[in-house]
């Protein structure tokens, strides 16, 4: 096995899965003003989330059941299918119901990629190989957003999903050629069927609830499913979340930072562009540098963290990065009650993203470690599941927060102007004016949770225990050479 060709393939499904994150955050203002439905905005971005969130963890154990390989490779099927029929929506309702297809294959790329480096390199190599994801990150960072701005404007907001068909089928060609997965002894296990289904239900109702869809109902529908998910985790065979990993102190904090984490940075990746072209008027490609800095940050970061794994304890890494971003959290918010511009913006979300990249790559090789190879991918997929999870439901409860502050003072009509390419020019100054200053004051709101969320995050730093390093060859690399 080659491992140079391997990460190749790994690095362009990376950066796929990045440029995703800032394109469409870049381009959705626009996609609303031309779909109309202001009251979905959010649920684009959920949805996407929904399903990458409830797949992560199915996703993870088949890696672990089936082979790296194969289960990668269906994933980034599922992912460009669901990019293409984006692409071509005729509304609103469609494009959710596609991005729904592109984000259940989307919740195979990430985790099952770390699982493959997990598998193939030491602890001290994984920390450099977070730096080269962390430079992915940069450089689609530093072009997505301008990118989702220049085709927006030139190309038309569709080009934004058809963009990544061929960095997805060229990731494709490369891990058939060159990967293998190490032989596995035994029968494969059986997929945990009833535990997936009941996942889905759970989690739907859940963000059903949550963004303001008939909470009565589907509230305490989360409830039962969660009960029953756990029962029959407790009873099959092969769980698909092993309930026995959250014994383990180091995945269990792990866990509730990630979720906060997630919260935070989804929410800001989806709502400060909408504040940019809005309430300051901005272009989206204005939009999209607004938050290109954390998307900057995090990778910088993540490379500095790689190299210091080796001289420093995790804890330190992670406690750090958790206080960057519940600091960057509260200035973000005090930014925006100040009526701030984009400039100060971009410096907060550049500390923001170096607190993400120091936090989020130790807490990954954190988890691998105490994890072992036999549930590494599911390991690796719980961790990523709650942080999704918790983006999904941060996004979902903080629309609905949106659309109920602004409900009946900003009518969607008025709202489709203000983000359209004259940002409601042709409106009347006093009907723009007025509706300008409750859409901020609504923004203000959504950022006072977000930063509440930070500090949360923030306060779990010192309930991360010690991790014992082994510097042992990974078994298939030993078995390649």
Same mark, same amino acid.
């Given at each position: ?20 994150? !800032?394109?469409?955050? !870049? ?27 409830? !797949? ?65 390199? /030491? ?74 289904? *009941? *996942? ?25 499913? *969660? ?25 269990? /904090? ?125 390991? /690796? ?63 203000? /709101? ?36």
């Amino acid at each position: 096995m080659r491992r140079g060709p391997v990460v190749a393939a790994i690095v362009l499904s990376m950066f796929m899965s990045a440029m995703e994150a !800032t394109v469409v955050a !870049t381009a959705m203002p626009t996609v609303v003003a031309d779909l109309h439905g202001i009251e979905l905005y959010g649920w684009v971005t959920a949805i996407y989330m929904l399903a990458s969130t409830v !797949t992560i963890p199915l996703w993870g154990k088949l890696a672990d059941l089936r082979g790296r390989r194969p289960v990668m490779l269906a994933g980034m099927a599922l992912f460009l299918l669901g990019s293409v029929l984006s692409g071509a929506a005729g509304g609103m309702v469609a494009l959710i119901a596609f991005r729904g297809i592109q984000g259940a294959g989307a919740g195979a790329l990430q985790p099952v990629a770390l699982t493959i480096i997990g598998d193939l390199f /030491t602890i001290e190599e994984r920390g450099r190989m977070q730096g080269i994801f962390g430079a992915v990150w940069g450089l689609a960072a530093i072009s997505g957003p301008l990118l989702g701005g220049l085709i927006v404007h030139t190309l038309g907001w569709r080009w934004v999903f058809f963009v990544n068909v061929p960095f997805g089928l060229l990731s494709a060609a490369m891990l058939v050629t060159f990967y293998r997965d190490p032989e596995r002894s035994g029968a494969p296990g059986r997929l945990d069927v009833a535990g997936a289904a *009941l *996942l889905t239900v759970t989690v739907l109702a859940l963000l059903a609830g949550v963004g303001g869809r008939s909470p009565a109902v589907a509230l305490p529908i989360a409830v039962l499913g *969660l009960a029953a998910f756990l029962a029959v985790e407790r009873r099959a065979a092969e769980p698909m979340i092993p309930l026995s990993l959250f014994r383990d102190p180091v995945i269990a /904090t792990a866990s509730v930072a990630g979720a906060l984490m997630g919260s935070v940075m989804m929410a800001s990746l989806t709502y400060l562009p909408l504040h940019v072209q809005a309430v300051l008027r901005g272009t989206p490609t204005a939009a999209g540098t607004a938050v290109a800095p954390m998307l900057i940050g995090w990778p910088v970061a993540s490379a500095v963290a790689g190299r210091l794994m080796a001289r420093t304890s995790y804890r330190v890494l992670v406690r750090t990065g958790l206080v960057a971003v519940g600091v960057a959290t509260f200035a973000l918010w005090r930014l925006l009650h100040a009526g701030a511009g984009t400039s100060a913006m971009r410096a907060v979300m550049l500390v923001f993203g170096a607190g993400m990249g120091l936090a989020n790559t130790a807490l990954i090789v954190m988890v691998q470690e105490r994890a072992g190879f036999a549930m590494r991918g599911v390991a /690796t997929a719980s961790t990523m599941f709650f942080r999704t999870i918790g983006g999904a439901v941060a996004v979902g409860a903080l629309g609905a927060l949106l659309a109920g502050q602004v409900a009946g003072d900003v009518p969607e009509a008025v709202l489709r102007e203000m983000l359209g390419p004259e940002h409601g020019a042709g409106l009347d100054p006093a009907v723009l004016h007025a509706a300008g200053g409750h859409l901020a004051g609504a923004m203000v /709101t959504v950022f006072g949770v977000i930063a509440v969320l930070g500090g949360l995050a923030a306060l779990t730093g010192p309930f991360f225990p010690a991790v014992q390093r082994h510097s042992t060859r990974p078994r298939d690399v030993v078995a390649a050479e």
